[in-house]
């Protein structure tokens, strides 16, 4: 069974810090391109950063650029999102998602419509 599981969400002031966790079972998560989404409430999700199979290649949103990091570690099947100076406007719901035809960051990581696996999501709330 494919299984996508995020962690690491919680309340932080602005400017802090927070990592995300996406820890993969039942497939090896390096063959595949993984992206982290969000979604605020009542806005539309969006696509925050996708890192290729293999790590080669990663892109972000230009709203999170030079703020965020994402990253992968095979030996734990486990894709990391790490969030820095954060503000009221990251907090959402953060996802993470992959499909098993792609190991690129192809344009579905943009929106995440189509995807194929999808975690359960982790909430991140900005706040002083």
């Known amino acids: 069974q494919l299984e996508l599981v995020e962690s690491g969400g919680g309340l932080v002031q602005p400017g802090g810090s927070l990592r995300l966790s996406c820890v993969a079972s039942?497939?090896?998560?390096?063959?595949?391109?993984i992206g982290w989404f969000r979604q605020a409430p009542g806005k539309e999700r969006e696509g925050v950063s996708c890192?290729?199979?293999?790590?080669?290649?990663?892109n972000y949103v230009d709203s999170v650029k030079g703020r965020f990091t994402i990253s992968r570690d095979n030996a734990k099947n486990t894709v990391y999102l790490q969030m820095n100076s954060l503000k009221p406007e990251d907090t959402a719901v953060y996802y993470c998602?992959?499909?098993?035809?792609?190991?690129?960051?192809?344009?579905?990581?943009?929106?995440?419509?189509?995807?194929?696996?999808w975690g359960k999501g982790t909430l991140v709330t900005v706040s002083s």
């Open positions: 998602a992959f499909h098993r035809l792609f190991k690129l960051c192809v344009d579905i990581f943009r929106t995440g419509y189509g995807m194929d696996y």
């Open positions: 890192i290729s199979g293999g790590g080669a290649y990663i």
């Open positions: 039942g497939f090896t998560l390096d063959n595949y391109a």
